[in-house]
């Protein structure tokens, strides 16, 4: 129930759920006097986040962290760590393990063993689902899976098949590294959610296994540096006045990552 509950009650926080909200309050209220501003509040919080003038400097502020975040050049590690989030599982229609948006976290991952940064790969991921008897297997077993088509040697992978969140995820690797004598670790993940994860996993091993090291690896960028982006012109400005459904689901990415960072530290988790 918890973990049910950490996923439906941020949502009221995002802004679709919080105009919803405030669109249904004002409704209740049609006849107050404050009904109005309420609904107004709602419409702005709403608009605002789906502007991509909006949307694209609150990804920046995370990506920009990231890029900060990783060390260049990359170092050697004990292990590369891709964390989870970023596979739909096999079965028809599909022909096998596909990728979503975060699928560059494990092809990341892989790149880095090619690169013998690292002489094992660990995929992570736990089976995240409310419905009954779900078939389908932790997203771990799936990495696996498609880490081995793409060339990688079965005997060069391990697996965290149970973690559900990236404060598990941080937490069983800290008991694995320890069993295992690893000292330091390649952090893989999209760079949107790099700075939490970081935060996490060095909260984390500071606690259970301080010996260890962890270097994070951006992968997975949603948007071009700014420098690359070219000069504003009077187009490109109104088309980042008109708000879509893309810039939403930026802003409420970012605003997850938030919201993840400061639940983790009132938790102590980070």
């Given at each position: 129930?918890?973990?049910?509950?950490?996923?439906?009650?941020?949502?009221?926080?995002?802004?679709?759920?919080?105009?919803?909200?405030?669109?249904?309050?004002?409704?209740?209220?049609?006849?107050?006097?404050?009904?109005?501003?309420?609904?107004?509040?709602?419409?702005?919080?709403?608009?605002?986040?789906?502007?991509p003038l909006v949307s694209r400097p609150l990804v920046r502020s995370l990506e920009d962290q990231a890029v900060a975040l990783t060390p260049a050049p990359l170092p050697r590690a004990d292990v590369v760590?891709?964390?989870?989030?970023?596979?739909?599982?096999?079965?028809?229609?599909?022909?096998?393990?596909?990728?979503?948006?975060?699928?560059?976290?494990l092809l990341g991952g892989v790149r880095l063993l090619r690169q013998q940064r690292a002489p094992l790969l660990l995929v992570s991921g736990?089976?995240?689902?409310?419905?009954?008897?779900?078939?389908?297997?932790?997203?771990?077993?799936?990495?696996?899976?498609?880490?081995?088509?793409l060339g990688v040697p079965a005997a060069a992978i391990r697996s965290l098949d149970t973690p559900r969140t990236t404060a598990e995820e941080a937490s069983h690797f800290a008991a694995m590294?320890?069993?295992?004598?690893?000292?330091?670790?390649?952090?893989?993940?999209?760079?949107?959610?790099?700075p939490r994860a970081t935060a996490t996993f060095r909260h984390s091993l500071l606690q259970q296994t301080p010996a260890v090291r962890v270097w994070p690896v951006a992968t997975d960028f949603l948007l071009e540096p700014a420098s690359a982006s070219g000069g504003v012109t009077?187009?490109?400005?109104?088309?980042?006045?008109?708000?879509?459904?893309?810039?939403?689901?930026?802003?409420?990415?970012?605003?997850?990552?938030?919201?993840?960072?400061?639940?983790?530290?009132?938790?102590?988790?980070?």
């Open positions: 129930m918890g973990f049910l509950l950490s996923k439906l009650l941020p949502s009221l926080l995002y802004p679709l759920g919080a105009s919803l909200l405030l669109q249904m309050l004002a409704l209740a209220a049609r006849r107050r006097r404050w009904s109005t501003p309420v609904a107004t509040a709602g419409l702005v919080l709403l608009v605002l986040p789906s502007m760590l891709v964390l989870g989030g970023g596979l739909r599982p096999g079965g028809p229609p599909r022909l096998g393990v596909e990728v979503n948006e975060s699928g560059d976290r736990g089976r995240v689902s409310f419905t009954a008897a779900d078939p389908r297997p932790p997203e771990a077993v799936n990495a696996r899976r498609l880490a081995e088509e590294a320890r069993r295992q004598g690893w000292r330091s670790v390649l952090l893989v993940t999209s760079a949107l959610h790099l009077v187009g490109s400005l109104l088309l980042d006045l008109i708000p879509d459904a893309g810039s939403l689901a930026l802003s409420t990415s970012v605003l997850r990552e938030w919201i993840g960072l400061m639940v983790y530290r009132w938790r102590g988790q980070a």
